[in-house]
């Protein structure tokens, strides 16, 4: 699959399927996917072998594009719903994440009062500045895919060095605080199979969501082309029971429906 990168540092408004009309914000390369997983389903493709020297786009052009775009947006009356960072891979591993975002509060609070989103992978939540940030704002949508370690190894296709029991306590830090957002899929990869559908798999998933008490947790399945050529979206009969069975444990739930 080709990978369908970003080449503007704000992008939009699109229509997103859980967040509406968004104004988006890449703050990463626009020529390179950065990013702490190299999930099957990505959109963006496969992560490069080696990434380039200039991976991410300096503070101030990020701060002075997306002010540009507001004042454009609030000149033309143009409706926007939300500002999401997004982009070409992991927001959270910028070096300035945390600038960038009190950067953006105070240009939303100035131009056009909307709620951000961030879109993460939930890597980075071991660093207490971009937990700090993603606390500071109305939407972090935090990854979670499966609470087997043996799954997440496979779906997201994470280094060998990747410690996934770390990964799942961080998210702990973000208890009652997050969105949390999973992709329900099927396949294999590399003579290994996947499923997160399973009743051992939702068990132990539902009982982590649980814990985490989130504000919401968004559902989904494959709506694109992925990168790996063997996987499979799940029904919709599916996604509606994980639907119903997080409704009846009092969790709002958004489903993508495609």
């Known amino acids: 699959m080709s990978p369908s990168l970003f080449q503007d540092i704000v992008f939009g408004p699109i229509r997103s399927r859980r967040l509406g009309i968004s104004l ?16 099957l389903y990505c959109e963006c493709g496969w992560n490069p072998q080696k990434s380039k020297t200039e991976a991410f786009v300096p503070r101030q052009k990020v701060k002075a594009a997306l002010e540009q775009r507001l004042i454009e947006a609030v000149s033309t009356k143009e409706k926007i719903d939300v500002i999401t960072f997004a982009g070409n891979g992991e927001p959270t591993l910028h070096p300035d994440f945390a600038e960038i975002i009190e950067d953006t509060i105070l240009l939303r ?22 937990r700090a940030a993603l606390l500071h704002i109305e939407l ?6 499966s609470a087997i370690p043996a799954t997440i190894k496979i779906l997201n296709n ?18 009652g605080k997050a969105i949390i957002q999973t992709m329900f899929i099927r396949g294999s990869y590399n003579g ?32 694109r082309l992925p990168p790996a050529t063997t996987l499979e979206r799940v ?5 509606i029971e994980i639907r119903d069975l997080l409704t009846a444990n009092n969790i709002k739930v958004q489903m993508a429906e495609n």
């Open 24 to 39: 988006g914000v890449n703050i990463l390369s626009t020529d390179q996917k950065i990013c702490s997983f190299n999930c």
């Open 109 to 130: 609070e100035k131009y056009l009062p909307v709620p951000i989103a961030v879109l993460s992978n939930s890597t980075m939540l071991k660093n207490e500045k971009v």
């Open 140 to 145: 972090p949508i935090l990854k979670l895919d």
């Open 158 to 175: 994470v280094s060998s060095s990747f410690n996934v029991e770390e990964y799942i306590n961080c998210l702990k830090f973000m208890k």
């Open 192 to 223: 290994q199979t996947f499923d997160n559908t399973t009743d051992l798999e939702l068990a132990a998933w539902l009982k982590l969501i649980i814990e985490l008490n989130p504000i919401q947790v968004q559902i989904y399945t494959l709506h």
């Open 235 to 239: 029904e919709m009969s599916e996604l």
